[in-house]
């Protein structure tokens, strides 16, 4: 399993040594508002643990926590993964924060780590990310990637904006 690492931050492959950072980060209302609209409970914590490794081990890729190379917190989370969860979809990059490391520029530049595993070590010919249409946050993120949207698409049973990026863009504002 691939650890990333950032200039602020290790991204480990989610594994059980992360459950009690997980559940702090998952079980914040405030970080679930535009994910799933509630927080997440402790078994849904660990199933959550269980898929995300089940995932490693079939594609070699999925969530990784984003360990804070300063103090060795778990200061969020982020994925590539398959769009709806279905290979047959594009991949997709995705992120969340603890509230308490909004505005570090921290989103950002572990997104970029990301992106640049999925079009380098994979070869992935493009990325989406997607976000409630209210989470204007992430948006910026997504923006700041070089993503540009596509449109308002419904996955996951709910409306959400779209972005993505081809590898030749990505490697364009990725320089």
Known sequence: ???????????EPICLDHYAGLRLLNADPVVQRYISGRPETPEETSAMIERVQGRWKQFGYSWWSFIEEDTGELVGAGCIQHLGHDPANEHEIGWRLRPDRW??????????????????DLKTPSLAAICHPENANSAKVMQRLGMRYRGDEVWHGQTVAVYDIGAAAFASVSR
């Open 103 to 120: 505005g570090r520029g921290y989103a950002s530049e572990a997104a970029r780590r990301m992106a640049s595993f999925a079009f380098d």
């Open 1 to 11: 399993m691939t650890i990333l690492h950032t200039a602020r931050l290790r991204l």
